[in-house]
T-cell receptor, first 113, second 112 residues
Framework: GEDVEQSLFLSVREGDSSVINCTYTDSSSTYLYWYKQEPGAGLQLLTYIFSNMDMKQDQRLTVLLNKKDKHLSLRIADTQTGDSAIYFCAESPLSGGYNKLIFGAGTRLAVHP | KAGVTQTPRYLIKTRGQQVTLSCSPISGHRSVSWYQQTPGQGLQFLFEYFSETQRNKGNFPGRFSGRQFSNSRSEMNVSTLELGDSALYLC???????????FGPGTRLLVL
């Protein structure tokens, strides 16, 4: 089946690293994504990783993928107050092509001084 | 390049009415997907259109329909609105063969 799970809330201090975790169920998923949503806004694509990769780094963002455990994580280095938002993990099952995304419930990241 | 645009941004309707939402994709993008976002169900895929054809469909009743025009602009229609249709409707565009989708700001629909 298709299901993506995330913890709902994470609180970090400004300047620390944040790690948001996600598990997915569909082993056929070719790409996995991280999106950010700020209040009243749409979804902003942060980064994505191909399923045959273990890690991808993009400036302050590091994505780790453990395909055996179907576990995906997003690390944000030097977290800033502007990073406060909801972060969604998403998978793209092979059956749906690239454009049918299955999203997790989202992790609300709160950054405090 | 201009991003994905959606109109209107906010809409209030009453039960039983119908509504049409519009989405203009990023220039050159031929695929448009629609998602519904609610507090209870989260983000759910509605359907995807590519070159004026529905390429993929989620698990929604037939009251939800869509179409795509030759310029890749897309509309979705919800007939016989129910209270539970109140949601943020997001549209996303991609190049069709690409792996990344870019989302618009959404249309917030309130059904009274």
């Amino acid at each position: 089946g298709e299901d993506v799970e995330q913890s709902l809330f994470l609180s970090v201090r400004e300047g620390d690293s944040s790690v948001i975790n996600c598990t997915y169920t569909d082993s056929s998923s070719t790409y996995l994504y991280w999106y950010k949503q700020e209040p009243g806004a749409g979804l902003q694509l942060l980064t994505y990783i191909f399923s045959n990769m273990d890690m991808k780094q993009d400036q302050r963002l590091t994505v780790l993928l453990n395909k055996k455990d179907k576990h995906l994580s997003l690390r944000i280095a030097d977290t800033q107050t502007g990073d406060s938002a909801i972060y969604f993990c998403a998978e793209s099952p092979l059956s749906g092509g690239y454009n049918k995304l299955i999203f997790g419930a989202g992790t609300r990241l709160a950054v405090h001084p | 390049k201009a991003g994905v645009t959606q109109t209107p941004r906010y809409l209030i309707k009453t039960r039983g009415q119908q509504v049409t939402l519009s989405c203009s994709p990023i220039s050159g993008h031929r695929s448009v997907s629609w998602y519904q976002q609610t507090p209870g169900q989260g983000l759910q895929f509605l359907f995807e259109y590519f070159s004026e054809t529905q390429r993929n469909k989620g698990n929604f009743p037939g009251r939800f329909s869509g179409r795509q025009f030759s310029n890749s602009r897309s509309e979705m229609n919800v007939s016989t609105l129910e209270l539970g249709d109140s949601a943020l409707y997001l549209c996303a565009s991609s190049s069709g063969g690409g792996v990344t989708q870019y989302f618009g700001p959404g249309t917030r629909l309130l059904v009274l």
